[in-house]
Nanobody
Framework: QVQLVESGGGLVQAGGSLRLSCAAS????????MGWFRQAPGKEREFVAA????????YYADSLKGRFTISGDNAKNTVYLQMNSLKPEDTAVYYC?????????????????WGQGTQVTVSS
């Protein structure tokens, strides 16, 4: 089992920035892929970004490339999501998730481990 704890959410004005953190504990060696997803009220959970520890590669939702950056600190077992130029439509609960392999990395149903989520609200 892997435990994931997100932090860093909050209220920000449009155009502002936030950095989310996801601290992992437990059997972290079994989870090569860490992903960020988000879910807005009344909408399905959607893929934001993912990173692979072994290859150091990153993947993004096409619509978010250039504004969001995922990174990781292996020594701290922590993954970050830097969000810039935030828009009101970025308002959602952001979740951190972990899985063993990068196959289907954008499919939320393939991730067995999830954090509790952190709320991000962008005001216009």
């Amino acid at each position: 089992q892997v435990q994931l704890v997100e932090s860093g959410g909050g209220l920000v004005q449009a155009g502002g920035s936030l950095r989310l953190s996801c601290a992992a504990s437990g059997r972290t060696f079994s989870r090569d892929v860490m992903g960020w997803f988000r879910q807005a009220p009344g909408k399905e959970r959607e893929f934001v970004a993912a990173i692979t520890w072994s290859r150091g590669r990153t993947y993004y939702a096409d619509s978010l490339k250039g504004r969001f950056t995922i990174s990781g600190d292996n020594a701290k077992n922590t993954v970050y999501l830097q969000m810039n130029s935030l828009k009101p439509e970025d308002t959602a609960v952001y979740y951190c998730a972990g899985k063993a392999t990068f196959i289907q990395y954008s499919d939320a149903s393939m991730y067995p481990d999830w954090g509790q989520g952190t709320q991000v609200t962008v005001s216009s």
